[in-house]
């Protein structure tokens, strides 16, 4: 009888904390941000000196306090306390320019609908505005882990600064959403991310380029390891015709990269890895020991071209490195 008590507790103990996990993982209410059935409508207003500056100094990184109103089907709140600044990169000089609204700036561990930040890219080169948003629904629709996205009519101090799309964060949340270990490794990978071979020294991979890293690390800085990315590199530049295949697929989800470059092909993408060494993230997954690739920056796609090139007839074995 004492047993049968004795079990009874254990079994109700483990019953509550899947209840308690499975609560936690429900309670996630991110995709009421980038739910894509109407256009949401976010109204920013913030001191009108502060934005001058912002616009008329595109190069500067200030953060700027401000307040927005987000509208769409699920949601019709204020926050308050949020930071804006301007992002990205050729889009600094253009005249539509795009906006990062931070939660967690001002007031630390703030979110909003499970969201740090909001990425609002103005899109400059796409006068369709939607090329990076189909992008990205390729990449989702065929399981390639990747950021989801909406559209966004938005105003500052009540004047229309257009459409936009709103765009997820790469960060330890997006890695906690989507990946069942979410503790490993997370790169940003930018121009000239080639991932060639420098020397067997992790740390030579923390080489820059015009003033930021060429593989930026942005989990587990405290321990600042490049091991594994320098493993990668090692492996993809050194290894024996006879021994590549066995030793590529112990460390790198090849099926996910693979589905990466089809995708880019299809599109037409130009501006990441394969072409430009560009625009992507490597994720170290911890459980299968294995890195991901993450897509990132896809409105250079669908016929958008800055070289005179057709990218609709390339060969694509003729750029992937």
Known sequence: MQNKYLYSKVVYFFLFLSSILFSQTELDESYKIYDDTEVAIIRINMNQADLAFMLQNPLSDSIHLANI????????????????????NTSRTAQKKSLKLSFNTFIDGKKFYDVEKLNLNGEHNDPSIVRSKLSWDFFNDIGVVSTRASHAAVYINDKYYGLY??????????????????FGNLWKCLYPADLNYINIDP???????????????????????????????????????????????????????????????????????????????????????????????????????????????????????
Do not use: C
């Open 69 to 88: 109103h987000f509208k769409n089907k699920f949601i019709d709140e204020t926050v308050d306390s949020v930071g804006i600044r301007l992002r990205g």
């Open 165 to 182: 799309i709103s765009i997820e964060h790469i960060d330890e949340n997006f890695l906690k959403k989507n990946f069942k270990d979410d």
């Open 203 to 321: 740390n030579s991979y923390k080489l820059t380029f015009n003033g930021r890293q060429l593989y930026e690390l942005k989990t587990n800085l405290e321990k600042d390891d490049y091991s594994e990315l320098a493993n990668l590199i090692d492996v993809l530049n050194n290894s024996s015709n006879e021994n590549f295949k066995n030793s590529i697929l112990k460390i790198l989800d090849v099926p996910q990269v693979l589905n990466y470059f089809a995708v880019n092909i299809l599109t037409g993408s130009w501006d990441d890895y394969w072409s430009l060494s560009n625009n992507y993230y490597l994720y170290h997954d911890p459980t299968s020991k294995k890195i991901k690739l993450i897509p990132y920056d896809y409105d250079n796609t669908f016929s958008i071209d800055w070289f005179n090139i057709n990218w609709a007839e390339v060969d694509p074995y003729t750029l992937i490195k």
